[in-house]
């Protein structure tokens, strides 16, 4: 059985920082996913198994960072500079396989999610 738990989400003020905790799988590709209120959910960021390859969504290149201890079996997204746009529902899901994936029909376990609010 497969439990993601995402936690690390808050209320902040624009330009702070927050990091995004979850259980990650080993030998499996993660990534970050989001949706914003009223819209669809995107793609945030993903990351390879190990962790060698990394890709991030044009809106939050620069600003986030993916990352995984494969001895805790954590996943992580640390959030710079927070803007409101960023203001969504996070979710950390499980790729099929072990390579970068973005694309969300390439994820097949999903999170509950964590609320991430930036005030404008």
């Known amino acids: 059985q497969v439990q993601l738990t995402e936690s690390g989400g808050g209320l902040v003020g624009a330009g702070d920082s927050l990091r995004l905790s979850c259980a990650a799988s080993p030998h499996f590709g993660m990534g970050w996913f989001r949706q914003p209120p009223g819209e669809e959910i995107e793609f945030v960021a993903g990351?390879?198994?190990?962790?060698?390859?990394?890709t991030y969504s044009n809106s939050v290149k620069g600003r986030f960072t993916i990352s995984r201890d494969n001895v805790k079996n954590e996943l992580y997204l640390q959030m710079n500079d927070l803007k409101p746009d960023d203001t969504a529902t996070y979710f950390c899901?499980?790729?099929?396989?072990?390579?970068?994936?973005?694309?969300?029909?390439?994820?097949?376990?999903w999170g509950q999610g964590t609320q991430v609010t930036v005030p404008s």
């Open positions: 990351i390879s198994w190990p962790g060698a390859k990394t």
């Open positions: 899901a499980r790729a099929k396989n072990s390579v970068l994936q973005w694309t969300k029909t390439d994820y097949d376990y």
